[in-house]
């Protein structure tokens, strides 16, 4: 730092008290006597003196929008004055003004006396003033306004609020002893807190946060500090005082150097605005003016710069990977030397040596090695690994790291230039350069020089190339010379250069700056110019390291003009060194396209790699594999590299030159560039020809425009590809037209287009495709995936052979559409037994399980009856099985039938029975479960309903029976209330039960009463003749099944019955056959019996208190005699027997059900079938043929 004297200027017998600089800088407003005096600060000459003080005047203050200044006197007035220096406003205090302070945001004015402190503001008519304990000697606002401080003698600082009010207060440990006498805040705005730096005359300088608390320690001053204030930006603090001088410090009060020494106290001093010079005010009147001039101070090695930082840090930065330390030394750094691992740091008193902890080219920790605790006066500091070694004038000096002078070199002139240019640690080498134009070469283990070369001009720069081959030297003309260094030869020269550097990673590669230029020369090439400010210091790979001002940073510069320079003289190795250091990636690319189309696929493939381009290291690699091989045809990779390039006709060109026409066509083919390929194989060649418009079709099929592709494919008559395309897009029209003029003999072509036809669900024109083709099993198979299913039972019919395709899948489609009792016949008609009884049993289960018993019944009836079906076409011993089946599947469809009463009695809340039906239901289905009882029927409902219904009619007996039968069995909890309940009541009714209902089982064979309940089943127990039982009411019905003696067939016994019986009396029989199609139904003829013995009844007699039944046999004569209106039969189809039943009873009119043979009263079958329109059992409609 030099501090040079712009001007000065002597007011005679007057003190300087205080100094104000205009915000913009123009002026400057000084303290003198009982005058203001206004200077201009570029000259120091006086502009106007301002009168209007009657007292000496203590403290001026500017406001910072530049339109108003105050001043202060010993006369106890403030004068406000415009910046027309015109006075516009006079207040008082009741003190003489000691400082004045304008608020920075709101421009309000703080005027301080040795009683009090007033604030003003234009807006305001009066002064708000407020009293203190002691005298104030100076006051500053905060950077934001909202803040003030007072320096007090009594050694107290009080800062207040805008409004005056005291928010923190700070004693000074020396109380009035110290009085505070300048005080100002950092303008800096890069702190976090506002900092108040503090001087006392205990010769003190102190520094305090806002809140009061103190930063680091009180630094000790050696005079009285009269002034105060920061520098520049808040960098430095300017301080002046008892010593006569004035000085500059750090911001945390780290003394540098002296601005001005003066001959009296240096009562104020200030730092004109966003500039580096300071004026200074003195008790004897001199106004100096100084302008400081900052230094730089710095080291380079390659990649990392070091420089001084606010004169006491050094910043250690690395230029490639922008990181930086910083090295606090607490003193002014005087000089910066960096070599490899090392760093030097001279200080005014001594010299530090660093070192980095690891050998990493990317660590930035320091750490101190050796101190050198000397003072030294020296131009130039340079570092190498075991020596410092110290330039002074003339004379060079090595030290060692212990202080020891090894060795010293005087010059026959001033040094100018010198650098470390490398070697072993402890012998590295200098290149120095005097002012008489000589360069020498220096090793520090050598007491003698070595003169390199003899300039007739004194030498500015110096470097050396990286083999030591050739010097370049920048004359004090601005002339870059280069010379070999061991011939001594001037290689070439280029003017206007003031740095020069070569490329540390490239022998031929140098840079040069000068005239705002970078110069960059590659060999003996032409030089290479861009822009650029500052100046070159060093060249590294792509990077050039630039100093501008005091910032140095690293420019990466492509090296793409010498690498040009190299391709042009096709020297692709050396454009390969240069692109090495540093191109954009389009050189990159520019370099391998060059290398390839010049055969050196060595220097490409390397190229290429750094591009990351597969697909021509793909055809290097091809290439260099065949040349493995034994290919050494150069026209013919050359051809390829055109092909890859683009270079379509050239390379066709060279593919016909070396005999290689294919290529040429599937290089034209692949392109789709169609014309250029017929143009090259000309129209002498058909199958060319015709190959090429196939292809031409493929790429309009890759290329989006499938009907072109489609109609070129069956010009060049590839039909299956047009018909596969045009399915693809569903273009049916086209697809019909092509099928309509195939002939029915290409059935593969048609086939195709059938089943694309199938595919677009276009049914009629696959139908029409099939009948084209006469492919009958295929028109089926199409009908039935298209479930149209009317034209495949038409083709089954015509064609039986398929009957077993149609009504399989149409069994199927109907199960899968929950038509499962037609899926059933379906089946059934397809021949496909098994299948037609697993849905039934499917049915049948479902049915159980979801308590539908009505549809249970009629399911197990319709399994009976597919097992008597199966019955007749299978062998002996599986007849028997089936119609085994058969009779346990009758049985349990009755049951089920019977039960689905008794299910909605239990559950539901009304039922349709009445008590009379149910009671017999109930009686029905307990004398017929067998010891397993089936799935979904329950015991305990039945005997509940019997139990309420025998209660209901009288039969208290059975009732009572029913109710001890429950408390056996896990009875519901819903239920069991009114069980209890019942057990209870019906303990008072009589113990047996209604004559009227033991007379309804009376045997009407054995004319035996038997009981409500049987346990031997729904047999006689007097003749063990079976009930027959209307399936409607359960009662049983006066009917006597018989059996046809041995010798009488079905067909006889029919025509017996049916014959006219010959006595005349039997026109008064009592019963008439009424015949109503296909029911057989008995009615009573009013008349009288003639009571003539019947052969029947003499047939019914048998041996009473027998223990097996005794069937009644009848012969023909017994038939004869018989009545056809008397008989009903159930006509079984084969394998079964026919069943012969004789009615008893002449006031009974009774109906059959042709196809389940179920008996009914009349009445009650009419009723049935008027409500369901079915067969309540089977569920044949009325009008459907048996």
């Given at each position: 730092?030099?501090a040079?004297?712009a001007?000065?200027e002597?007011i005679?017998d007057?003190?300087?008290?205080d ?6 800088g123009?002026?400057l407003?000084?303290?003198a006597?009982?005058r203001v005096l206004?200077y201009d600060?570029?000259d120091?000459?006086?502009i106007q003196p ?9 403290c ?7 339109k ?6 010993a006369d106890k007035?403030?004068i406000?004055w415009t910046?027309?220096?015109e006075?516009i ?5 009741n003190d003489s003004?000691q400082?004045?302070?304008?608020n920075?945001?709101?421009h ?6 040795s009683g009090?402190?007033?604030?003003w503001?234009?807006e305001q ?8 304990s002691s005298?104030?000697?100076?006051c500053?606002?905060?950077n934001?306004?909202?803040y003030?401080a007072?320096?007090m003698?009594?050694g107290?600082v ?8 005291e928010?923190?207060k700070?004693?000074r440990?020396?109380?009035?002893s110290s009085?505070?006498w300048?005080i100002v805040w950092?303008p800096?705005k ?7 730096a ?5 010769q003190k300088?102190?520094?305090y ?9 009180d ?7 009269c ?6 930006k808040?960098e430095?603090i300017?301080?002046g ?7 500059l410090y750090?911001?945390?009060g ?6 001005g ?8 001093c200030?730092v ?5 010079f ?8 001199t106004?100096?003016?100084?302008q400081l001039i ?6 380079l090695?390659?990649d990392r ?7 006491t840090d ?6 490639i990977t922008?990181?930086k ?6 003193e002014l750094v005087?000089k ?11 200080l005014?008193?001594?010299i530090?040596i660093y070192?980095?902890y690891?050998?990493?080219s ?16 020296c131009?130039?500091l ?5 020596h410092?070694i ?5 004379r ?9 002078k090894?060795?010293e070199?005087v ?6 230039y010198?650098?470390?240019?490398g070697?072993?640690p402890?012998?590295e ?14 090793f520090?283990?050598n007491?003698?020089?070595?003169t390199?070369l ?5 030498v500015?720069?110096?470097d050396?190339s990286?083999s030591r081959?050739k010097?370049a030297v920048v004359d004090e003309?601005?002339?870059?010379l280069?010379?070999?260094?061991v011939?001594?030869e001037l290689l070439?020269?280029e003017?206007n ?8 990673q ?5 840079c040069?700056s ?6 960059i020369?590659a060999s003996n090439f ?5 822009k650029?400010q500052?100046?070159m210091v060093g060249y ?7 100093l ?7 420019v990466?510069?492509?090296q ?10 096709k020297?692709?190795?050396e454009a390969y060194?240069?692109a ?5 990636d389009?050189d990159w690319r520019d370099?391998a ?5 010049g ?5 490409a493939k390397k ?9 021509y290291?793909e055809?290097i690699n ?5 040349k493995k091989r034994?290919e ?5 990779f050359?051809a390829d ?5 683009g270079k379509?006709?050239e390379?066709?060109?060279l593919y016909k030159?070396?005999?290689h026409?294919?290529?040429a066509l599937s290089?034209?083919t692949?392109?789709?560039?169609f014309e250029?390929?017929?143009?090259f194989?000309g129209?002498?060649?058909p199958k ?9 079709a493929?790429w ?6 499938p009907r072109?592709?489609a109609?070129?494919y ?21 697809l019909?037209?092509?099928a309509r003029?195939?002939?029915?003999a290409?059935?593969e072509l048609?086939a ?9 669900k276009?049914?009629g024109y696959?139908?029409?495709t ?18 149209h299913?009317?034209?495949?039972f038409s083709?089954?019919?015509?064609h039986p ?7 399989v899948?149409?069994?199927?489609w109907?199960a899968?559409?929950?038509?499962f009792?037609?899926?059933q016949?379906a089946?059934h ?8 009884v697993?849905?039934?049993?499917q049915?049948?289960?479902n049915?159980?399980?979801e ?6 019944g ?6 009976s009856?597919q097992?008597m ?5 299978e ?12 009779e346990s599947?009758?049985?349990l ?8 009463s008794i ?13 009379e039906?149910?009671?017999?239901i109930?009686?029905?289905?307990l004398n017929?479960l067998?010891k397993d009882?089936p799935?979904?029927?329950s015991k305990?409902?039945t005997l ?7 209660r209901?009619?009288g039969?208290y ?6 109710y001890e ?6 009875v519901?909890s819903r239920f069991?209330?009114?069980v209890e309940?019942?057990?209870l009541?019906i303990r008072?009714?009589?113990?047996h ?8 089982m009376m ?6 009463n038997?009981?409500?309940l ?5 047999v ?8 027959i ?6 009662e ?7 059996y ?5 067939g079905?067909?006889e016994?029919?025509?017996l ?5 010959p006595p005349?009396?039997?026109?008064d029989?009592?019963?008439q056959?009424v015949?109503h199609g296909e029911?057989?139904t008995?009615?009573?003829?009013e008349?009288?019996?003639d009571a003539?013995e019947?052969?029947f009844?003499?047939?019914m ?5 027998g223990?097996t039944?005794?069937p009644?046999?009848?012969?023909r004569?017994a038939?004869?005699?018989?009545s056809?209106?008397d008989?009903?039969i159930k ?5 079964l027997?026919w069943?012969y039943?004789?009615s008893?009873?002449?006031d009974?009119s009774i109906?059959m059900?042709?196809t ?10 009419e ?6 329109n079915?067969?309540?059992y089977?569920?044949?409609?009325i009008?459907?043929q048996n």
């Amino acid at each position: 730092m030099r501090a040079v004297l712009a001007w000065k200027e002597t007011i005679r017998d007057q003190c300087i008290y205080d100094l104000a600089f205009k915000p913009d800088g123009s002026q400057l407003i000084i303290a003198a006597g009982l005058r203001v005096l206004v200077y201009d600060v570029a000259d120091g000459t006086i502009i106007q003196p301002l009168k209007g003080h009657k007292d000496t005047v203590y403290c001026v203050a500017y406001a910072k929008d530049g339109k108003r200044f105050a001043s202060g006197s010993a006369d106890k007035s403030i004068i406000i004055w415009t910046s027309k220096l015109e006075g516009i406003l006079r207040y008082t205090h009741n003190d003489s003004i000691q400082c004045v302070a304008y608020n920075p945001v709101t421009h309000q004015l703080a005027s301080c006396s040795s009683g009090d402190f007033g604030l003003w503001s234009p807006e305001q008519k009066s002064v708000n003033k407020h009293k203190v304990s002691s005298k104030i000697t100076c006051c500053g606002w905060t950077n934001d306004g909202q803040y003030l401080a007072l320096g007090m003698m009594n050694g107290v600082v009080s800062i207040r609020n805008k409004n005056g009010e005291e928010k923190v207060k700070i004693e000074r440990p020396g109380g009035s002893s110290s009085p505070i006498w300048s005080i100002v805040w950092n303008p800096s705005k890069d702190e976090h807190n506002d900092i108040l730096a503090v001087a006392d005359w205990g010769q003190k300088l102190s520094f305090y946060q806002l809140s009061g608390k103190q930063i680091g320690k009180d630094k000790t001053l050696t005079y009285d500090p009269c002034c105060v204030g920061y520098f520049s930006k808040g960098e430095y603090i300017v301080l002046g005082g008892s010593d006569k001088q004035a000085s500059l410090y750090t911001k945390d009060g780290v003394r540098l150097g002296t601005i001005g020494e003066q001959s009296a106290w240096v009562w104020t001093c200030r730092v004109k605005p966003d500039s580096n010079f300071v004026v200074l005010g003195c008790q004897d009147g001199t106004i100096a003016c100084y302008q400081l001039i900052f230094s730089t101070v710095h080291g380079l090695y390659k990649d990392r710069y070091a420089y001084r930082d606010s004169m006491t840090d050094v910043i250690v930065q690395h230029l490639i990977t922008e990181q930086k330390v910083r090295i606090k030394c607490r003193e002014l750094v005087k000089k910066i030397a960096i070599y490899r691992n090392r760093l030097a740091i001279q200080l005014p008193e001594k010299i530090l040596i660093y070192e980095l902890y690891s050998d990493d080219s990317s660590d930035m920790h320091y750490r101190i090695k050796e101190k050198i605790c000397r003072k030294f006066e020296c131009n130039l500091l340079v570092a190498c690994s075991q020596h410092i070694i110290l330039c002074q004038e003339k004379r060079l000096q090595s030290l060692s790291f212990t202080s020891v002078k090894e060795k010293e070199w005087v010059m026959e002139s001033l040094i100018r230039y010198i650098k470390v240019i490398g070697g072993s640690p402890g012998r590295e080498g200098l290149l120095v350069g005097l002012k008489n134009g000589a360069i020498l070469k220096i090793f520090v283990d050598n007491p003698f020089p070595i003169t390199l070369l003899k300039l007739s001009t004194s030498v500015r720069c110096l470097d050396m190339s990286a083999s030591r081959n050739k010097l370049a030297v920048v004359d004090e003309h601005n002339t870059l010379l280069v010379y070999d260094v061991v011939s001594k030869e001037l290689l070439f020269q280029e003017p206007n250069a003031n740095s020069v550097a070569w490329n540390t990673q490239c022998e031929d590669m140098l840079c040069f700056s000068g005239n705002g230029y970078l110069n960059i020369k590659a060999s003996n090439f032409p030089v290479h110019q861009q822009k650029m400010q500052g100046f070159m210091v060093g060249y590294n790979g792509s990077k050039i390291f630039c100093l501008h001002v005091y910032a140095m940073s690293a420019v990466e510069v492509p090296q793409s003009a010498p690498m040009y320079q190299y391709l042009e003289r096709k020297m692709y190795k050396e454009a390969y060194q240069i692109a090495c250091l540093g191109v954009t990636d389009s050189d990159w690319r520019d370099l391998a396209t060059d290398a390839l189309e010049g055969l050196d696929f060595d220097t490409a493939k390397k190229a290429f790699i750094r591009i990351r381009d597969l697909r021509y290291l793909e055809l290097i690699n091809s290439i260099e594999e065949r040349k493995k091989r034994g290919e050494s045809d150069n026209e013919l990779f050359l051809a390829d590299v055109y092909a890859y390039q683009g270079k379509f006709h050239e390379a066709a060109q060279l593919y016909k030159r070396t005999g290689h026409q294919p290529r040429a066509l599937s290089m034209y083919t692949d392109l789709r560039q169609f014309e250029y390929a017929k143009d090259f194989v000309g129209a002498t060649d058909p199958k060319s020809s015709r190959i090429l418009m196939t292809k031409q079709a493929d790429w309009a099929k890759s290329s989006k425009e499938p009907r072109a592709a489609a109609e070129m494919y069956l010009s060049a008559g590839e039909h299956l590809k047009a018909i596969d395309l045009i399915g693809e897009h569903g273009w049916e029209d086209m697809l019909i037209d092509i099928a309509r003029k195939l002939d029915k003999a290409e059935r593969e072509l048609l086939a195709k287009c059938a089943l694309h036809f199938k595919r677009l669900k276009h049914h009629g024109y696959a139908s029409e495709t099939y009948s084209k083709m006469g492919d009958l099993e295929a028109l089926v198979q199409l009908h039935v995936e298209t479930c149209h299913w009317e034209e495949a039972f038409s083709l089954a019919g015509k064609h039986p052979q398929f009957k077993n395709s149609v009504f399989v899948p149409y069994a199927q489609w109907l199960a899968e559409h929950d038509r499962f009792e037609e899926a059933q016949k379906a089946f059934h008609k397809a021949g496909r037994q098994n299948e037609a009884v697993k849905v039934l049993e499917q049915l049948t289960h479902n049915a159980v399980v979801e308590n539908r018993f009505s549809d249970a019944g009629y399911y197990y009836w319709m399994l009976s009856m597919q097992c008597m079906d199966i019955a007749r076409a299978e062998s002996e011993a599986q007849r028997d099985e089936m119609l085994k089946k058969f009779e346990s599947f009758q049985h349990l469809a009755e049951l089920y039938h019977v039960y689905r009463s008794i299910q909605r009695y239990t559950d539901e809340p009304f039922s349709s029975h009445m008590p009379e039906t149910l009671f017999n239901i109930c009686r029905f289905l307990l004398n017929n479960l067998a010891k397993d009882i089936p799935p979904g029927i329950s015991k305990v409902n039945t005997l509940y309903a019997l139990a309420k219904q025998s209660r209901r009619l009288g039969a208290y007996k059975l009732a009572r029976y029913s109710y001890e039968k429950l408390q056996e069995l896990h009875v519901p909890s819903r239920f069991q209330d009114s069980v209890e309940l019942g057990s209870l009541n019906i303990r008072s009714k009589p113990f047996h039960d209604s004559e009227d209902l033991i007379e309804g089982m009376m045997c009407y064979r054995c004319s035996t009463n038997n009981p409500l309940l049987n346990s031997q089943g729904s047999v006689c127990i007097n003749c063990r003749q079976p009930f027959i039982y209307s399936a409607s009411s359960y009662e049983v019905l006066p009917l006597v099944q018989f059996y046809l003696e041995e010798g009488v067939g079905d067909e006889e016994a029919v025509s017996l019955i049916d014959l006219e019986v010959p006595p005349a009396d039997q026109r008064d029989a009592r019963w008439q056959d009424v015949d109503h199609g296909e029911l057989q139904t008995l009615r009573m003829n009013e008349r009288l019996d003639d009571a003539e013995e019947d052969p029947f009844t003499a047939k019914m007699s048998f041996e009473q208190g027998g223990s097996t039944f005794v069937p009644v046999k009848v012969g023909r004569a017994a038939l004869r005699s018989m009545s056809r209106r008397d008989v009903l039969i159930k006509r079984w189809p084969r394998p079964l027997n026919w069943e012969y039943f004789r009615s008893l009873l002449p006031d009974v009119s009774i109906t059959m059900c042709p196809t389940c043979f179920k008996m009914f009263h009349s009445e009650d079958y009419e009723l049935l079938v008027l409500q369901h329109n079915c067969c309540p059992y089977c569920r044949r409609p009325i009008d459907e043929q048996n």
